[in-house]
């Protein structure tokens, strides 16, 4: 029998006392015989990875042994964390390249509170609406009209230099030498460079970067370099190298920042640019700084979850969250139809609210305080019906919750829209073009270090020039709508996807966790984290079964990415949930499409802290090749 730790005893004793302070706003309807005794899969397909030490999982096999390394070394949960984001950089550019953006939350212990670190890139100074309109460009998201400033690097070096106790020399070796001696491509990378053949051959850097000097295409498993960008590297190195005498470590890592967005790099990016009628200037870069933050957070049934602000849509999760907090989600059993249709119901209040108010908080004041409010999640409750699927889209009215904003002047979701005219999403399976990786990480002290990095891809951004680097096309998440909250503004933040999560109980970190998957990132941690909560004596302690299990996914919102598109009523669910679970749920109104086991796009990685042993338990989701490892 496994040790009834402290997060076993905890989410037991929750829910026999039934603990969350909220009534249903609706009584379940009858819930079927394998709905009382949920029934978990069996022998998960990846075995737990335990260690005393530390816990790291990422999406390549390169970047998790990086992360390793560094840890390994004697650096800390940041100094390795940076070696990921750079290693990642380099090999998974068909997930996240150096030119792209990363969203960070960092918890390091001895300041004892989670902090954000937004490198959201910004749009150019010269950018306007009205100019896109009347030249009938679009934010389409490959080429140059839907670029913004790179921001993951300056995010990574911030952390580096605030948290961080190595050298970027130290904490780049990897990344460098992958980049300037090569690396065995995998699969679905080479498979990215044949997929996306047409875009980079209208690019010549493109093609120096992507295909054999003869035009060839890579082969799984060949070596390839960029020389290029392992000179952008040396460069920093040689900058941090000089700086050091004077101003030590911190000074070095600022010197190595500041010559890629302020010296002879950013010169070189921003003449590539406005060479090809791009509307930067030097001072696109040089101003840019990734935000420091606090984030924002909920507690759900005695776990407090951290998110990133309102420039992402993580807070959709801690609104999710708080809807849910009024139902018995025990009681209803595992992935039964009640549980999975009260999930989807509640992600589309929150999906509602996440395309109506979230926006850049630097141009627009976003009514947070009212959207995280409990008594407004309790008055979204009380919308859900339990028998029957709802096919509108709208949003609630958070204003009266909130002290500090009172009126709105934006376009707000309100009714249903409409479905003919409209595209299904292109955001619903791991095909898609374009993706996203994820970073976890926590060391012997407890610090921890959780990202999500994605841009710069192979199937959109431009190679500038001769610095190696791949231009970030989140751009391609604004609206050219006025009336849009989140619209295309100069030096505005695109409403990112990209949403790393902290979650503590009893004022201890116990889960890092962040996943891939656009639109759908939110929900594949939601449904894991409930699997953590909720549904402990399935999974304990092998953390791969909670992500292994199967998932259902809602596509009732408009795409973050440009055009936009909807997916109103459709729901994609894993055929492992059970045929008499899906008959149920397509009872209830839901148009229900079936895909097989591992299809959900996404590919949750995480590491627990775990509160029972001290353990660091790591786990990587299947539906993906991402790797977890432990010491």
Same mark, same amino acid.
């Given at each position: 029998?496994?040790?009834?730790?402290?997060?076993?005893?905890?989410?037991?004793?929750?829910?026999?006392?039934?603990?969350?302070?909220?009534?249903? %706003?609706?009584? %379940?309807?009858?819930?079927? %015989? $394998?709905?009382?005794?949920?029934? =978990?899969?069996?022998?998960?397909?990846?075995?737990?990875?335990?260690?005393?030490?530390?816990?790291?999982?990422?999406?390549?096999?390169?970047?998790?042994?990086?992360?390793?390394?560094?840890?390994?070394?004697?650096?800390?949960?940041?100094? !390795?964390? +940076?070696?990921?984001?750079?290693?990642?950089?380099?090999?998974?550019?068909?997930?996240?390249?150096?030119?792209?953006?990363?969203?960070?939350?960092?918890?390091?212990?001895?300041?004892?509170?989670?902090?954000?670190?937004?490198?959201?890139?910004?749009?150019?100074?010269?950018?306007?609406?009205?100019?896109?309109?009347?030249?009938?460009?679009?934010?389409?998201?490959?080429?140059?009209?839907?670029?913004?400033?790179?921001?993951?690097? #300056?995010?990574?070096?911030?952390?580096?230099?605030?948290?961080?106790?190595?050298?970027?020399?130290? +904490?780049?070796?990897?990344?460098?030498?992958?980049?300037?001696?090569?690396?065995?491509?995998?699969?679905?990378?080479?498979?990215?460079?044949?997929?996306?053949?047409? =875009?980079?051959?209208?690019?010549?850097?493109?093609?120096?970067?992507?295909?054999?000097?003869?035009?060839?295409?890579?082969?799984?498993?060949?070596?390839?370099?960029?020389?290029?960008?392992?000179?952008?590297?040396?460069?920093?190195?040689?900058?941090?190298?000089?700086?050091?005498?004077?101003?030590?470590?911190?000074?070095?890592?600022?010197?190595?920042?500041?010559?890629?967005?302020?010296?002879?790099?950013?010169?070189?990016?921003?003449?590539?640019?406005?060479?090809?009628?791009?509307?930067?200037?030097?001072?696109?870069?040089?101003? =840019?700084?990734?935000?420091?933050?606090?984030?924002?957070?909920?507690?759900?049934?005695?776990?407090?979850?951290?998110?990133?602000?309102?420039?992402?849509?993580?807070?959709?999760?801690?609104?999710?969250?708080?809807?849910?907090?009024?139902?018995?989600?025990?009681?209803?059993? *595992?992935?039964?139809?009640?549980?999975? *249709?009260?999930?989807?119901?509640?992600?589309?209040?929150?999906? &509602?609210?996440?395309?109506?108010?979230?926006?850049?908080?630097?141009?627009?004041?976003?009514?947070?305080?009212?959207?995280?409010?409990?008594?407004?999640?309790?008055?979204?409750?009380?919308?859900?019906?339990?028998?029957?699927?709802?096919?509108?889209? /709208?949003?609630?009215?958070?204003?009266?919750?909130?002290?500090?904003?009172?009126?709105?002047?934006?376009?707000?979701?309100?009714?249903?829209?409409?479905? !003919?005219?409209? !595209?299904?999403?292109?955001?619903?399976?791991?095909?898609?073009?374009?993706?996203?990786?994820?970073?976890?990480?926590?060391?012997?002290?407890?610090?921890?270090?959780?990202?999500?990095?994605?841009?710069?891809?192979?199937?959109?951004?431009?190679?500038?020039?001769?610095?190696?680097?791949?231009?970030?096309?989140?751009?391609?998440?604004?609206?050219?709508?006025?009336?849009? $909250?989140?619209?295309?503004? %100069?030096?505005?933040?695109?409403?990112?996807?990209?949403?790393?999560?902290?979650?503590?109980?009893?004022?201890?970190?116990?889960?890092?966790?962040?996943?891939?998957?656009?639109?759908?990132?939110?929900?594949?941690?939601?449904?894991?984290?409930?699997? /953590?909560?909720?549904?402990?004596?399935?999974?304990?302690?092998?953390? #791969?079964?909670?992500?292994?299990?199967?998932?259902?996914?809602?596509? #009732?919102?408009?795409?973050?990415?440009?055009? *936009?598109?909807?997916?109103?009523?459709?729901?994609?669910?894993?055929?492992?949930?059970?045929?008499?679970?899906?008959?149920?749920?397509?009872?209830?109104? *839901?148009?229900?499409?079936?895909?097989?086991? =591992?299809?959900?796009?996404?590919?949750?990685? $995480? +590491?627990?802290?775990?509160?029972?042993?001290?353990?660091?338990? &790591? &786990?990587?989701?299947?539906?993906?090749?991402?790797?977890?490892? $432990?010491?």
């Amino acid at each position: 029998m496994k040790p009834a730790g402290p997060l076993i005893i905890t989410v037991i004793l929750a829910l026999a006392a039934g603990t969350s302070c909220t009534t249903a %706003p609706a009584p %379940p309807v009858a819930a079927s %015989p $394998a709905a009382t005794e949920p029934v =978990f899969p069996e022998n998960p397909l990846r075995p737990p990875i335990i260690g005393r030490n530390a816990g790291v999982s990422a999406g390549h096999p390169l970047t998790t042994s990086a992360a390793m390394e560094i840890l390994q070394q004697g650096g800390n949960a940041f100094d !390795a964390g +940076v070696a990921a984001l750079l290693v990642g950089g380099v090999v998974e550019q068909d997930l996240y390249g150096i030119g792209g953006e990363a969203l960070i939350l960092v918890y390091p212990l001895i300041e004892g509170e989670v902090v954000s670190v937004t490198g959201q890139g910004w749009a150019p100074a010269a950018a306007s609406i009205d100019d896109y309109l009347r030249d009938g460009r679009t934010l389409q998201g490959q080429g140059l009209d839907p670029s913004v400033v790179p921001g993951a690097l #300056h995010a990574a070096l911030t952390v580096l230099e605030r948290w961080g106790t190595m050298s970027f020399e130290e +904490v780049a070796k990897r990344a460098i030498e992958y980049a300037e001696e090569g690396f065995p491509l995998r699969t679905r990378t080479a498979d990215a460079i044949r997929r996306d053949y047409e =875009f980079i051959s209208k690019w010549p850097y493109n093609r120096l970067t992507w295909l054999k000097a003869d035009g060839s295409f890579y082969a799984a498993g060949e070596t390839i370099r960029f020389p290029n960008m392992a000179r952008t590297f040396r460069r920093m190195v040689a900058a941090e190298r000089a700086a050091v005498r004077t101003g030590g470590r911190v000074g070095g890592i600022i010197a190595a920042r500041d010559r890629f967005y302020k010296g002879d790099i950013a010169e070189e990016m921003v003449a590539f640019l406005q060479n090809n009628d791009a509307p930067y200037t030097i001072e696109d870069f040089a101003e =840019f700084f990734a935000r420091i933050e606090a984030p924002v957070s909920v507690n759900y049934r005695g776990y407090d979850v951290y998110k990133q602000p309102f420039t992402s849509q993580g807070p959709m999760l801690l609104q999710t969250l708080n809807i849910l907090e009024g139902f018995d989600l025990a009681s209803m059993g *595992h992935n039964s139809a009640d549980y999975l *249709h009260v999930i989807v119901e509640a992600l589309k209040l929150a999906y &509602a609210d996440r395309d109506s108010y979230y926006a850049d908080e630097d141009f627009v004041d976003v009514p947070g305080e009212g959207l995280m409010s409990k008594d407004y999640a309790r008055q979204r409750a009380a919308s859900i019906d339990m028998s029957r699927s709802s096919a509108d889209f /709208v949003a609630g009215d958070p204003l009266p919750f909130d002290d500090d904003v009172s009126t709105w002047p934006y376009w707000v979701a309100g009714s249903a829209e409409p479905v !003919a005219s409209l !595209a299904d999403t292109a955001q619903d399976h791991p095909e898609s073009l374009k993706d996203t990786s994820h970073i976890a990480i926590i060391d012997s002290e407890g610090n921890v270090f959780d990202s999500t990095p994605s841009g710069g891809w192979i199937g959109g951004a431009v190679i500038l020039g001769t610095s190696g680097i791949g231009m970030s096309v989140r751009g391609e998440q604004f609206w050219l709508d006025k009336t849009r $909250a989140a619209q295309l503004r %100069p030096w505005s933040r695109p409403r990112y996807t990209l949403t790393p999560s902290i979650v503590f109980k009893d004022g201890e970190p116990v889960l890092a966790i962040g996943t891939p998957g656009g639109d759908n990132q939110e929900q594949t941690i939601l449904q894991t984290l409930l699997n /953590v909560i909720e549904f402990s004596e399935g999974w304990y302690p092998n953390l #791969h079964a909670a992500i292994e299990w199967p998932r259902v996914q809602t596509l #009732h919102f408009y795409a973050s990415f440009w055009p *936009h598109n909807t997916g109103f009523n459709r729901i994609n669910i894993e055929r492992n949930v059970g045929q008499e679970t899906i008959d149920a749920l397509r009872e209830r109104g *839901h148009e229900v499409r079936v895909v097989p086991p =591992f299809r959900i796009s996404g590919c949750a990685t $995480a +590491v627990m802290l775990d509160p029972a042993t001290g353990n660091r338990i &790591a &786990a990587a989701d299947p539906r993906r090749d991402c790797y977890a490892a $432990a010491y």
